[in-house]
């Protein structure tokens, strides 16, 4: 990609905080200058008509183009495999299958001869064509291919232009991206170093951008409908990734206070000494901080944070993006030793597939009238039979070290408890029976996320080898709210006293029958939330792993047993409002070195 | 030439990982290879990636398969067999 029309600082208008909305794909503040990238105008070209004479020379250009576009796709192929690991670097596949298509090159040759024209125009002319094929498609997943396609004519265009790509690599100062959409080839070819963040016209929260961005810990906002029509490369933009919006043009005293805003953030979550500390109260009650993990290259971060094991892996995030194509036994083999590998004694739980609802909407999925209450989860593993079972053998093969667990998401009857653990069972004789190496001890965990479950949390507890609350799933299910839906999304309230007191329940279960019980969601990485979790009796938080630094620190301000009585008159209030009130008064409180500061800077 | 009727039995259809086989099961032969969609006439070039998956063919649909050349038998053959086989996938029942 490169710049479009430079504008040149002489032409800079007036300062004037616009703020454009968008959806919030990754947290943090940056503050910087933009670089835009522009997808349909990143290359210049002429019709040239040429003699019959020239025609030898174009397509000799065009043969060059070809082979140079498939060495450079296969070295960004490896580079993406080998930063965020080879569920990723398919996406390159499709390109280079592509590519290879004889009948795509024939053509692009044909109009050279044919029409007389030189080689760029041919790719442009016969991959324009294709490509308004492929927009008129039913089928939403082959339309994308189009971008694909686009990517391609983009790729060989630079290539016959003459000159290298403008090289992102090469960045040498500090910008934050503005574009269409992040390709996946140029998030290959970025030096993130030089990255402050980015904003984007198109994507959601589960869009390839918004995870990368995550697993790489630079701010980003996605979803703006209009962000590259309101921003030129140079100009001042601030990203607020934590509240999802986009700041153009600040004035001074906005760009002051988002310095201090992104100062904050920064400071809070710097990993430093305290990474070896226990996540420890004053009054001297460990909490275990566990990690959150989608991508991979997050596992090399976890020491730096102090993250003890990883408490969730998500590991649809491995199938998504990716269907039809899944993951086979031994790729997932080699990601699941590496998850064994890194987190030690502390082990890794791994979350079996979740993909369902809005996740697989595109996928080429029979859409659901309901997809919150349909076929995903556990339910949807017991039906895709194949992939369940490949996922588990997977496991089973990588737990040398037996620190693996593995998780069931969205239990609601304990029937579907006992047959997931039937099925698990024979996956075990089938790997014995063919004398394949595997560790047949595998602890398997229950995610509580639907009411009916927490409420018959004990019978649960009796045949789960441990528990793990689900809170971002369990609140939408308890105040049957969709926090996507913005006419509803004041319903999403955390700190409600029905999930206070669902979660005090859990809490004497497992007490009382002496299972392990821990905690994964948003709410664990909310300074508040988390102490209001651990007044609750929660004794294991799995947050993301930038994250544990902040909620440490909160931690190790606090007393365990001020905030227990805290949560506990807290239980008796009727609303989300009055908790919050509650909270808000009395932390700052009893903690004033975290709470205080945390609720001064606002 | 040959022509073969054989419907799409995979519950994808052609899409990508599907396409690709049937291209690379196409290109090993010397013979042309032509795909048609029974219910539109659309046809596609079999030998190409980007012509197969055009035809945007789901589960259930006919495909009718055109080969002429020296080869043609053997290519009939092995198109059809890999349809019939849903393309080796190894999912052979739930959403896959």
């Known amino acids: ?602 | 030439m040959q022509e073969r009727r054989v419907t799409i039995a995979n519950r994808l259809g052609l899409h990508a990982r599907a396409a690709a086989r049937l291209v690379q099961c196409a290109g090993q032969f010397n013979c042309q290879v032509v795909i048609e969609r029974a219910d539109n006439q659309q046809s596609a070039d079999g030998k190409s990636i980007l012509s197969v998956l055009l035809l945007a063919a789901a589960r259930g649909s006919t495909l009718i398969i055109k080969t002429a050349g020296a080869d043609e038998e053997r290519a009939a053959e092995a198109i059809v067999e890999l349809i019939d086989n849903r393309f080796g996938e190894e999912v052979s029942d739930g959403l896959y």
């Not at chain 1, 210049?44 to 060495?71: D, H, K, N, P």
Request: glycine share 6%; hydrophobic share 45%.
């Open chain 1, 1 to 602: 990609m490169v710049f479009t029309n430079q504008e040149s600082s002489s032409t800079k208008s007036a300062s004037r905080d616009l703020r454009l909305p968008g959806i919030g794909a990754s947290p943090g503040v940056a503050v910087g200058r933009a670089l835009r990238l522009d997808e349909s105008g990143r290359h210049q070209f002429y019709y040239v008509a040429i003699s019959g004479g020239q025609v030898r020379r174009e397509v000799r250009r065009l043969r060059e183009a070809f082979a140079e576009a498939r060495a450079q796709l296969q070295e960004i192929k490896d580079k993406l495999a080998h930063q965020l690991g080879s569920e990723h670097s398919y996406i390159l596949d499709a390109h280079l299958m592509i590519l290879e298509d004889d009948r795509f090159q024939t053509e692009i040759k044909q109009a050279v001869r044919r029409r007389k024209i030189n080689a760029e125009w041919a790719v442009r002319s016969v991959t324009d064509r294709i490509i308004a094929a492929y927009k008129q498609v039913q089928d939403a997943y082959l339309r994308e291919r189009s971008t694909d396609i686009e990517d391609i004519a983009s790729r060989l265009l630079t290539i016959l232009s003459g000159h290298t790509e403008f090289n992102l690599s090469e960045l040498t100062e500090n910008v934050i991206i503005i574009a269409e959409d992040i390709w996946p080839s140029t998030v290959a070819e970025l030096n993130f170093n030089r990255v402050l963040g980015f904003a984007t016209n198109s994507g959601g929260q589960t869009s390839h951008s918004a995870i990368i961005a995550r697993a790489l810990n630079i701010p980003a906002v996605v979803g703006i409908h209009n962000i590259t029509q309101n921003v030129r490369t140079g100009d001042a933009v601030i990203i607020d990734g934590t509240l999802g919006e986009v700041i153009v043009k600040p004035t001074k005293p906005v760009i002051r206070d988002y310095l201090i805003k992104r100062e904050t953030f920064v400071e809070e979550r710097r990993p430093n000494k305290q990474a070896t500390l226990p996540a420890e109260t004053l009054d001297g009650v460990r909490i275990t901080l566990r990690a959150n993990v989608e991508l991979p290259n997050e596992i090399e971060s976890l020491s730096l944070f102090g993250a003890q094991g990883i408490g969730l892996y998500r590991s649809e995030f491995m199938f998504l993006n990716r269907l039809p194509d899944l993951p086979d036994e031994e790729e997932q083999v080699e990601l699941y030793t590496r998850l064994s590998d890194a987190t030690g004694e502390q082990g890794a739980s791994i979350r079996v597939f979740d993909l369902g609802g809005d996740k697989l909407s595109l996928q080429g999925f029979e859409a659901e009238q309901n997809p919150a209450l349909g076929l995903r989860g556990i339910r949807l593993s017991m039906r895709a039979t194949a992939v369940f079972q490949t996922q588990l053998k997977a496991i089973l093969r990588a737990n040398r070290r037996g620190n693996l667990r593995v998780v069931l998401p969205l239990i609601s009857t304990i029937t579907e408890l006992r047959l997931a653990k039937q099925f698990i069972a024979n996956v075990k004789r089938e790997l014995a029976d063919s004398h394949i190496e595997h560790n047949p001890n595998l602890p398997i965990g229950v995610m509580i996320e639907v009411p009916a479950a927490a409420m018959m949390a004990d019978i649960f507890a009796r045949e789960a080898n441990f528990l793990c609350i689900g809170t971002n799933d369990l609140i939408q299910y308890l105040l049957a709210v969709d926090r996507a839906n913005e006419n509803v999304a004041y319903l999403y309230q955390p700190l409600h006293p029905a999930l206070l007191r669902t979660i005090a329940h859990l809490v004497r279960v497992a007490e009382t029958v002496q299972v392990p019980l821990e905690l994964c969601g948003e709410m664990a990485a909310d300074p508040v939330q988390a102490i209001a979790l651990i007044g609750l009796g929660i004794r294991a938080l799995s947050l993301v792993p930038a994250s544990i630094p902040l909620i440490k620190n909160a931690i190790r301000s606090i007393e365990e047993e001020q905030v227990r009585e805290l949560m506990s008159k807290a239980m008796q209030l009727v609303s989300a409002s009055e908790v919050e009130e509650l909270l808000a008064r009395e932390l700052p409180l009893q903690a004033p070195r975290f709470f205080a500061a945390l609720s001064a800077k606002g």
